[in-house]
C-alpha cells in the first residue's frame, strides 16, 4: 500500500544527496514512519460516484450569504404556513406581546428575531419550551457579542505589541525573534492542517472501509433530535478526516427536503461539492451493497460483533431516541433480511447502575474506526467515563462528602434530648407559661413564641399529638394577629 510512496521518498532522498550543499539531509526518518504503520486489508482502488442523487441543495460558501440563505428559505416557509393557516399571524402577534412581555420582567430575551428563529418559534405549543428557546437565543447573542469584544482587545493589544516590538528592534542590532518575525521553524497554518485532513478523508474513497449511515429515521425525531443527529454526524465526519485509516462513508436514504438534511447541509456547506469524500444517496444501502455484506449495528441485537470484519458493510442508523424508545433498527433489520450485530459492550465495560448503553453518533464512529484492528479494550476507550461505574462510584463518594460537609456545617451547638423526661419538663414549661400569658409583656412575648415553636418541633419529631396544647396554641396564635 506504501510501496509507491516509501520508493518516492527513496529517489528523492537520493537526489538531494548528490548535491553539494545538500549532503545531510536524509528523508529516512519519514520512510521509517510509514513502514511502522498498520496496513489494513481492502477490496479495490476504485473510486465512488460521490453523488448518485440528481438534485443538490444550494449552500453558498460565505457564511453571511449562508445566514441569508437559510433565512429567506425560512421566510418562505413561514409565507406558505401563513397562507395555509392565516390565523398564524395572530400567533406571532400573541408571541410579541409575550416577549415584550418577559423582556420587560427581565427575562432573558434576544433583541432580533430572524425568519429561521420564528420559524423554531411557531413549532412549540407551549409557552415554557417557547422561553426555553428564547433563553437558549439571548445567550447566543450575548456569546457573540463577548467575541466580538474580544477581539477588538486582542486587535488592540497586537498593535501596543507591534509597536513595542518596531522600537525594539530599530534600537538593537540584534535579530528579534516572535509573533510574524524571525523563527527557525515553519509555522502551519489552519489551512495547511486542513488540507491534510481533506487528504486523508480522499485516501479513504479508493481504499477505505465502508460505512453507512441510515437516514430514514426522520419520522420519529422531533426538531431538537433532528438538529442533534445533525451535530454528531458533523462529529462524525471530524472524527474520521482525523484518523489514519477513514472510513468511506456514505449517507443513504436521504430526503434533502428534510429537517435532517438541511441542518446537516449548514454545519458542513462543502457536502454537496464534487470533492467532498462522502457518497449521499438517496437509494437504499440493500440497493448500493450486496445484502449479504451488510450487518447492521444495533443495541438491541442478540449477536455481539466478535471481530471487525473487512469484507462487511456496517450500517450505523442516524437516529437520536431521546424520546422514541422502540426498537425500529432491528425491526427494520429484520424486515430487510440483513443480519444485526452490536457492540461488545458488556464484555469489556461494566456500566453504573442507572446509566443507559446509548452512545451517539460520533461515538460509534470512533469506536469502529479503532475496531478496524480487533483491538476493543482500546476502541472502548471512547465510551463516555460518566456511564461506567467507577465514575458513579466516584460521583455518589463525592456527592457523600458535600452532604457530610453541609451535614457539619448545619448541626446545632447543643444536641437536643428528645428524652421522655425531657418531653415532661417542657410540657410543664409550656403549660405554665400558656397560662400566664393573658396579658404578657412585650419582653417576654418573644421567648415565650420561641419555647412554643420548640415544643411543637419536638412533638412533631417524635410523633407526639396534644391536641389540647395545640388548640391553645393556634387560639393563642389568632389572638397575637
Known sequence: MYSHAIRCILNVSAKLRKHKD?????????????????????????????????????????????????????????????????????????????????????????????????????????????????????????????????????????????????????????????????????RISDQTMNQLWNWNSLKSVMWGNKI???????????????????????????????????????????????????????????????????????????????????????????????????NSVYIIGAFVDKCYKQPVSLAKAKQLGISTAKLPLDRYLHFGDGSNKNLTLNNVMSIMLDAQFNNWEKALEHVPKRKLFESRLRAMERKLERDMGKARILKPQTDIDFGFNAQTKLRKQFNSEIRSFTKPPNTNMSHAMTNIHIYNAYSMSNKLYFPTELTVTQSYHCKLT
Open 212 to 310: 453507512v449511515f441510515d437516514f430514514s429515521y426522520e419520522q420519529y425525531m422531533n426538531p431538537q433530535e433532528i438538529k442533534s443527529c445533525a451535530k454528531q454526524i458533523m462529529g462524525s465526519y471530524a472524527v474520521n478526516r482525523l484518523h489514519n485509516f477513514p472510513f468511506n462513508v456514505y449517507l443513504c436514504n436521504v430526503n434533502l427536503k428534510g429537517l435532517l438534511m438541511t441542518s446537516l447541509a449548514k454545519f458542513i456547506p462543502t457536502l454537496f461539492d464534487d470533492d467532498f469524500p462522502w457518497t449521499v444517496s438517496s437509494k437504499s444501502f440493500i440497493e448500493l451493497f450486496d445484502k449479504d455484506s451488510v450487518v447492521y449495528l444495533t443495541g438491541n441485537s442478540n449477536k455481539t460483533l466478535e471481530k471487525y470484519d473487512h
Open 22 to 186: 545538500l549532503k545531510d539531509i536524509t528523508l529516512i526518518y519519514p520512510t521509517l514512519i510509514f513502514a511502522r504503520q498498520q496496513v489494513l486489508a481492502y477490496k479495490s482502488f476504485h473510486i465512488s460516484a460521490h453523488h448518485d442523487i440528481e438534485e443538490k441543495l444550494y449552500i453558498p460558501r460565505d457564511q453571511k450569504e449562508r445566514k441569508n440563505h437559510f433565512n429567506d428559505e425560512a421566510q418562505k416557509k413561514i409565507d406558505a404556513m401563513v397562507q395555509e393557516n392565516p390565523e398564524l399571524t395572530k400567533f406571532m402577534e400573541v408571541v410579541k406581546l409575550e416577549i415584550e412581555l418577559l423582556r420587560q420582567n427581565g427575562v432573558n430575551v434576544p433583541l432580533v428575531l430572524k425568519p429561521a428563529h420564528w420559524l423554531e418559534i411557531l413549532s412549540k405549543h407551549s409557552k415554557k419550551t417557547r422561553e426555553k428557546y428564547y433563553d437558549f437565543l439571548f445567550k447566543l447573542e450575548k456569546k457573540v457579542e463577548n467575541r466580538k469584544i474580544k477581539q477588538e482587545k486582542n486587535q488592540e493589544l497586537y498593535e501596543i505589541y507591534k509597536q513595542e516590538r518596531d522600537t525594539a528592534g530599530v534600537k538593537t542590532d540584534v535579530m528579534v525573534y516572535g509573533i510574524a518575525r524571525n523563527c527557525m521553524f515553519r
